[in-house]
């Protein structure tokens, strides 16, 4: 019988086109007994007037109103009034399959010692549905051992983010999301990984889609005014400089070395132009003693991903312009 309360915090901020579906999505849930906690981020649009709405329709919502401090902030002060024994977190232009909870709070007790459950994204642009990611798309449940949380997380091959999980609420007692960071769930993940391996806790993986992530030009990841790479680059800095594990900070330096190839053929492109002058010789320089045998991953490994890597490596003009080529011919 499902009586346990499940916390989740949703931080609301310039979403009022799609605050509706998200919160709709909550209150649909066929796991019914939830709190559900609006954290209005300061946001200037209706969105304060929305979260009041919902607040008065379902006495399941809790709404909190604080200045913008960005969504570490406003995750931080859903944590701090959560009453529940388990705790999860939606992005508010995001939205759930009603059964999500039910599955997850289904997985996270069904094996001792599983104190986290995850559950798949899909990836919605443009209502157009597709899988997040091919090393996340699991058929089968995948226990994640405590000791190799945080070495999966890093390298992705379990899903980094915060958003698709529920974890027991003592988890999070002293874990709080970075202030004043960008892909903050980077950092969540390994300061969690800490206490997970502490508490030699376990986390399942369900191979069931159910969060649906949305694409949108306001999106955070969906930025290119400042390279959602070069933060996570940053982030992946602060964390080999502050662990004393060696699966760590491998794991740290392989992601960082692929980081650094992304973001310059990223860079490279010819939209790309005022970034390029900005960022593409300081960080292709990051590349002067890395190999690509340090990058390559089975799942992504490809002969034409060893050209760019030599290209961008040895000769970023000539990669340059045969983007613009291909640009050019693509009709773009």
């Not at 909550?26 to 906690?37: F, G, K, P, R, S």
């Not at 902030?73 to 059964?99: T, W």
């Not at 010692?113 to 919605?124: E, G, Q, T, Y």
Request: neutral net charge.
């Amino acid at each position: 019988m499902m009586t346990s309360l499940i916390s989740i915090i949703v931080p609301v901020y310039k979403v009022e086109a799609y605050l509706d579906e998200c919160v709709q999505s909550l209150v649909d849930q066929t796991y019914a007994n939830l709190e559900i906690i609006l954290v209005d981020d300061g946001s200037p649009d209706r969105c304060p007037q929305m979260c009041d709405e919902w607040g008065r329709r379902d006495s399941r919502i809790k709404v909190i109103h604080k200045p913008n401090g960005g969504l570490s902030s406003a995750r931080n002060a859903g944590l701090d009034v959560a009453q529940g024994d388990y705790i999860s977190f939606i992005d508010s232009d995001d939205y759930v399959d009603r059964l999500m909870y039910e599955k997850l709070y289904e997985g996270i007790n069904k094996y001792p010692n599983v104190d986290i459950c995850s559950i798949k994204f899909l990836r919605l642009t443009d209502g157009y549905v597709e899988p997040y990611n091919k090393m996340w798309d699991k058929k089968e449940e995948v226990l994640v051992k405590s000791e190799d949380f945080g070495v999966f997380t890093i390298l992705q091959k379990s899903c980094h983010a915060s958003t698709n999980k529920l974890y027991r609420s003592y988890l999070l007692k002293d874990v709080r999301f970075r202030v004043g960071k960008t892909n903050e769930d980077t950092l969540f993940m390994y300061d969690l990984s800490k206490v997970i391996e502490s508490k030699h806790v376990n986390m399942l993986e369900l191979p069931y889609y159910a969060y649906y992530y949305r694409m949108h030009e306001g999106s955070i990841c969906n930025s290119i005014s400042a390279p959602l790479e070069i933060s996570y680059i940053e982030n992946l800095n602060q964390i080999y400089n502050e662990s004393n594990s060696a699966r760590i900070r491998n794991a740290v330096l392989h992601m960082k070395n692929r980081s650094i190839f992304f973001l310059c053929s990223s860079l490279a492109q010819p939209e790309m132009k005022e970034l390029y002058k900005l960022y593409f010789e300081d960080y292709r320089s990051k590349l002067k003693n890395v190999f690509y045998s340090d990058i390559k991953e089975p799942e992504y490994d490809s002969p034409n991903l060893k050209y760019v890597f030599a290209m961008i490596k040895y000769a970023p003009c000539l990669y340059r312009l045969l983007c613009k080529i291909r640009k050019t011919s693509d009709g773009i």
